[in-house]
């Protein structure tokens, strides 16, 4: 992957699954909603001083949220942070930078 660009959509992996429930309490807190569904289903990924992952999240049936979760390099030791959201996508919507 080129740093600064953002790699193509991929399945969600168990690895990109996990890294969603790191955040999901941060999202939670942010739109004051609770999500009993928090599925990964596709993400991208951009290699910068660290890593950003775009991630589609079903929430329910038919609502999906795409996140944005920053991971610092690991000598900085710094916890997966939310950095943005975009809320009542669908599951055609393209998961692009944001």
Not at 22 to 27: G, T
Not at 32 to 38: C, H, I, S, V
Request: proline fraction near 4%; aromatic fraction near 10%.
């Amino acid at each position: 992957m080129m740093c600064g660009g953002c790699s193509s959509t991929k399945p969600a992996t168990a690895e990109i699954q996990a890294i969603a429930d790191k955040v999901k309490s941060q999202l939670e807190e942010k739109v004051n909603k609770k999500y009993p569904l928090f599925k990964a289903v596709e993400y991208k990924s951009q290699l910068v001083a660290g890593t950003n992952y775009f991630i589609k999240v079903q929430v329910d049936n038919d609502n999906f949220v795409h996140i944005r979760v920053f991971e610092s390099l690991p000598h900085e030791n710094k916890p997966l942070a939310l950095h943005d959201y975009q809320a009542d996508k669908t599951k055609g919507d393209e998961l692009a930078y944001f």
